[in-house]
């Protein structure tokens, strides 16, 4: 299937089977953080984090307190996502691809 689709071509992918090794969650996280929804949700949850950033005194200088980011996607089975396909992503989809369906949208 990959190799049928173009650059720019706007696709749906579903996980089928639960990733087993932390690399391949990873990287299907790192695909999933490449939808639309789930960018303007993340960049919404890094600007509240600047906002309420905490700054306290350590040592008598300024030190900031900085809150871990939100995991908003999770790699479990049945996640859908929809996304736009580049090139440059071919090797990460390749990698992860028996546990993904890729479908043209």
Request: aromatic share 6%.
């Amino acid at each position: 299937m990959l190799e049928k689709l173009k650059a720019g071509q706007t696709i749906r992918c579903t996980i089928e089977r639960a990733a087993r090794t932390e690399d391949d969650q990873q990287t299907i996280m790192r695909l999933m953080r490449n939808d639309p929804k789930f960018k303007r949700e993340l960049k919404s949850a890094q600007e509240h984090r600047v906002r309420t950033l905490l700054i306290v005194s350590r040592g008598k200088r300024p030190w900031e307190v900085r809150e871990r980011s939100s995991k908003l996607v999770r790699p479990v089975k049945g996640a859908t996502w929809t996304m736009r396909y580049y090139p440059q992503i071919a090797n990460d989809f390749a990698s992860v691809s028996r546990f993904l369906k890729i479908e043209a949208a």
